[in-house]
């Protein structure tokens, strides 16, 4: 094996039900049945849905089922007029889901209504890919005919056709900026496109062996990194009859830079071909399968085996949650789901954990939050400006933040450890004082850091071209001016300069805001947006963490969604279900302790059901990665 650099693959594998054995324990990471579930047809894949521990399967019964995992249950079917769905992928936002068949037919469905938008013969072959593009306006296709088209996902329209690979086009995605569209081929070729230009940016051939094949790609969310599962011809070795005889195979997962091209590492292991693959948001596990049965986890930082999984099918699919919480796979008519304790395979401290009420021992070898704890608490209901719209509870909401932190629930954090800021004191000023100078001063590497913001967010146009939704992101101090954001607001870019300011081993933000600019939230549109379909892009959010390990943003709501306030709670939805759960009903275990999962388990679980109550459509959303377990309450201790 090669050096590798640090990032995270999954693979599309075609198994479900396994057995684990001893043997499935490398370097302490642990595999354990969670969920089975059952499909009338043959399962051809699975993928979670953004922001949500959501299930979608595709495959030969005709319909795309979307399951709650929570409830083993079927919340959504989507109908489609084909026999066998090869491919699917979910907008980004949610607003459409689109699935390639086996008979060429392109589908397009609205997510929420579950009404069939468009029914394409997008082709006379199967289309074996199909990528939405970031903002969710482009859908790009390809399969066996080898020609790759991009659609007008609204109009439903043929708009271009890419064309230069010569076997079946297996694999694509979008660039994080959606100016670049990459794609990978049967014919051995990774071909780079250029969204704005419509040419071929440059071509990466995979595998020179005369009888080697190519046959998946997977690609992290920047392109940096590709993914090739090959089967490459062993060198000849021995005599003249030996090297006549029957070829020996190599079944690999290759690594390279998806800029420079170069190689970074090859993984060897498997017995027979390697024809699924995936990539997480966090990086540092590679996982691999196919028709030998097996799931292989391997450790892309030390370039070794992490686990070998042994399964009773040979796999055809296998998918990883956004949140880090699941992890699926799909073979036959059933697929299986493994909860994973925490978000993100960062470190071998890692485990893969069931999901069982006896589990309530903290493992030694994670962290507990030892140390101090540190914060900084703001919320503004009330603006220096007029045209700023008032808010009711934000105040309320911080106060109530406050109020639990300094309580021996929530740790008797010492008030000297704590900066208030409501309403009038929580200037532009005073918030850089707060998080620049008062956290990186006292938080030392051992403590915790806890920020929390309720308030109006509020996106403004990004004149500068550089954010992929078109829009700049402000948390609105209590001086700021809605005309002059860049001068006078908080930009969510500094968010990042920020965490790297704070020493701290653990940081989470909550933020009780929205930055949609929809009526009636948290939120309000600058004078200076001009648009009329505003479409925020989650980027701005996984780009704040993605450097190291235990820096996590939980937000109120999805980018595009309103972050409610209720008069009969009193305070914001999301902040009412997060002080409710730290109090003691996120304590899933009944350990006396709720640590940040269990706690964002519980936001996920009650604001989307509050929100519907009153027709709204709120969903929090948690992003970045941790090891262990980040402790936040004690509930019922004295």
Request: proline residues 4%.
């Amino acid at each position: 094996m090669v050096h590798c650099k640090r990032f995270f693959f999954i693979c599309l594998c075609c198994t479900i039900v396994f057995a684990i054995s001893g043997n499935t324990r490398l370097n302490a990471i642990t595999c354990s049945l969670n969920n089975e579930l059952s499909s009338s047809g043959k399962v051809n894949g699975v993928l979670f849905t953004p922001y949500s521990d959501l299930l979608i399967s595709y495959g030969e019964d005709k319909d795309i089922t979307v399951w709650d995992l929570k409830k083993e249950s079927v919340i959504r079917r989507f109908v489609s007029r084909s026999n066998s769905l090869r491919s699917a992928d979910i907008q980004q936002e949610q607003y459409f889901l689109a699935a390639g068949a086996g008979d060429g037919m392109l589908y397009i469905w609205e997510y929420e209504s579950t009404d069939l938008k468009h029914a394409i013969q997008a082709s006379d072959e199967p289309i074996e890919a199909v990528s939405f593009s970031p903002n969710g306006k482009l859908l790009a296709s390809s399969g066996e005919d080898t020609v790759i088209r991009l659609w007008n996902v609204k109009m439903g329209r043929k708009i271009w056709e890419f064309k230069g690979h010569e076997e079946n086009v297996h694999s694509l995605a979008f660039s994080d900026d959606g100016k670049t569209l990459i794609s990978a081929g049967a014919d051995s070729m990774i071909k780079l496109w250029d969204i704005t230009s419509r040419k071929e940016k440059r071509t990466i051939t995979e595998t020179a062996s005369k009888y080697g094949q190519f046959n998946i790609a997977a690609f992290s969310p920047g392109l940096e990194i590709i993914a090739s599962g090959l089967t490459e011809v062993k060198r000849a070795s021995g005599s003249r009859r030996a090297r006549a005889g029957r070829p020996e195979w190599n079944h690999l997962v290759k690594l390279r830079d998806g800029v420079t091209g170069d190689e970074l590492c090859s993984l060897s292991g498997h017995k027979q071909t390697v024809t699924a693959l995936a990539m997480s948001r966090t990086g540092s596990l590679v996982a691999s399968g196919g028709p030998d049965q097996t799931i292989r986890l391997w450790d892309a930082d030390r370039r070794s085996p992490v686990s070998i999984i042994p399964q009773e099918t040979e796999i055809e699919s296998i998918s990883f949650s956004d949140s880090g919480k699941w992890i699926a796979a799909a073979g036959g008519k059933k697929m299986v789901v493994w909860e994973i304790e925490s978000p993100a395979f960062a470190a071998s401290k890692t485990q893969l954990l069931p999901r069982t009420k006896s589990s309530t021992a903290l493992p030694s070898s994670m962290p507990t939050g030892s140390g101090e704890t540190y914060a900084v608490i703001i919320g503004i209901s009330r603006y220096l400006d007029s045209g700023i719209t008032a808010l009711q509870y934000t105040d309320d909401d911080a106060r109530g933040i406050y109020h639990f932190l300094i309580s021996p629930n929530g740790g008797r954090v010492p008030k000297k450890n704590i900066k208030l800021l409501i309403d009038k004191d929580a200037t532009l000023v005073n918030i850089r004082m707060a998080l620049g100078v008062f956290l990186p001063k006292h938080a030392g590497r051992s403590d915790t850091v806890i920020i929390y913001y309720a308030g109006h967010g509020a996106p403004e146009t990004d004149f500068s071209g550089t954010s992929d939704d078109g829009t700049n992101k402000y948390i609105i101090p209590y001086d700021a001016k809605p005309d002059t954001l860049y001068a006078t607001a908080f930009p969510m870019t500094e968010v990042k300069t920020i965490f790297n300011r704070i020493e701290a081993e653990r940081l989470v933000f909550f933020i009780d805001s929205c930055y949609s600019g929809a009526a009636g939230g948290r939120t309000f549109l600058s004078q200076k947006l001009k648009t009329r379909g505003l479409q925020i892009s989650r980027r701005f959010l996984d780009n704040t963490v993605s450097q190291g390990t235990g820096r996590i943003i939980i937000t109120a709501s999805r980018p595009n969604e309103k972050s409610l306030e209720l008069d009969s709670l009193r305070h914001g939805v999301f902040t009412h279900f997060l002080l409710e759960g730290l109090k003691g009903k996120a304590d899933a275990n009944g350990d006396n302790i709720v640590h940040l999962r269990e706690a964002y388990d519980y936001l996920d679980s009650n604001v989307p059901t509050v929100a519907r109550k009153i027709g709204g459509n709120q969903h929090p959303v948690m992003v970045g990665s941790f090891s262990g377990k980040i402790i936040l309450s004690k509930p019922e201790l004295p």
